[in-house]
């Protein structure tokens, strides 16, 4: 028998991204800063429901994940037929690069998460990659190559640089896109961690039916391994996204989790408290060490450009305990940039300590 599948299946390869599992590799006992995770890690309310939920995973979850879902209203303040959620934000973003992007054209900035080309290649979609290290400072160029009827792509704050665009130029490009009947995907991830900036666009998706927002519980809420996140958009592109979803994707400890963290709002204040004082910090101790420089960064992570090689400095660092994101991989940079998380002040000193001694 002959296997047979889509080309694009056959040309696909898997992105490589952070983590203690990152490569194939098992590092745990490792201080890891290279997922960007809260730097106040997960509510000990969510740490408690677990443990009193384990002896209840022999049932199905919800398939429908109402309760998440009543949360979610409550907490973005939208109609819950404007809300999707998924087995993580990524299983929202490759539904809808099925759903609506089949062998469209799609504009990304580059360097971006790396998984926007990944799921629209496997969609068959056509690529115009606009290179910028602040998409900021080049909005009415970028605004010029929208496709039409296409799909732009857009993460703010942006991974891996940790630039952020105004809600004002989101609207342009927004607007730009739907006279070009071009959807705008835009990825807010870790728009909750931007400490002083609100620039989230979600309630736009009432006056924009072209717009969708992803969102995500892993970054902000610290629950990485538990893998939760949802999409903001008009109520026909959630529709569709309801139907593609698979059967009890999202499951029953990670809807209980998601709950409990929607209700602590002390929680976001309580990291962007430790980002803002301990980003200030890292960039002034990382520009007195010789060979690298920060880049400005509004949110819990930073890229730094570095003389060295990417991967040398991380198998040095990893001598020392410290994992730290190689971003070579990265579409738009090359071998002398790293990233690494904003975390706890102890933990920051370890990275400082081991970056001065390989430097």
Same mark, same amino acid.
């Given at each position: ?72 209203? $409550? ?15 990524? #299983? ?28 629209? $290649? ?73 400490? #002083? ?21 892993? $970054? ?72 690298? #420089? ?51 002040? $102890? ?13």
């Amino acid at each position: 028998m002959k296997i047979r599948a889509k080309s694009s299946i056959l040309k696909h390869h898997p992105i490589s991204h952070g983590g203690r599992f990152s490569g194939g590799n098992q590092l745990i006992d490792v201080l890891d800063f290279s997922s960007n995770t809260s730097p106040a890690g997960m509510p000990p309310s969510v740490k408690s429901a677990i443990k009193k939920r384990v002896d209840e995973m022999e049932y199905y979850p919800d398939t429908d994940s109402l309760g998440l879902l009543s949360s979610l209203k $409550k907490y973005t303040g939208l109609s819950d037929s404007h809300i999707v959620v998924g087995n993580g934000a990524i #299983e929202i973003l490759y539904n809808f690069c099925t759903a609506f992007l089949s062998k469209k054209r799609v504009l990304i900035p580059t360097p971006t998460f790396s998984e926007y080309e990944s799921a629209s $290649k496997l969609a068959d979609c056509k690529f115009t990659f606009f290179k910028t290290m602040n998409l900021s400072k080049d909005v009415d160029s970028f605004i010029s190559q929208i496709p039409k009827n296409g799909c732009v792509f857009v993460c703010n704050p942006n991974n891996p640089t940790g630039t952020l665009l105004s809600k004002t130029q989101l609207g342009k490009i927004i607007s730009a896109a739907k006279n070009k009947s071009s959807f705008v995907f835009v990825d807010e991830c870790f728009i909750e961690l931007v400490p #002083e900036s609100n620039q989230s666009i979600i309630k736009l998706v009432k006056k924009y039916d072209n717009l969708f927002v992803l969102r995500s519980l892993t $970054k902000s809420y610290g629950l990485a391994g538990i893998r939760i996140g949802y999409g903001i958009g008009s109520k026909k592109i959630v529709d569709v996204l309801k139907k593609i979803k698979i059967p009890w994707s999202v499951n029953a400890l990670a809807q209980e989790a998601g709950i409990l963290a929607l209700k602590n709002k002390l929680h976001i204040r309580k990291s962007n408290s430790i980002i803002k004082k301990e980003s200030n910090f890292l960039k002034n101790k990382i520009a007195k060490i010789s060979g690298f #420089e920060c880049h400005d960064s509004s949110t819990n992570f930073i890229l730094i450009k570095t003389k060295f090689d990417s991967t040398k400095i991380q198998k040095k660092l990893l001598k020392h305990k410290i994992l730290i994101r190689d971003c070579k991989n990265f579409r738009g940079l090359d071998n002398h940039y790293i990233r690494i998380a904003v975390k706890s002040h $102890k933990d920051n000193l370890k990275l400082l300590n081991a970056m001065e001694a390989v430097a």
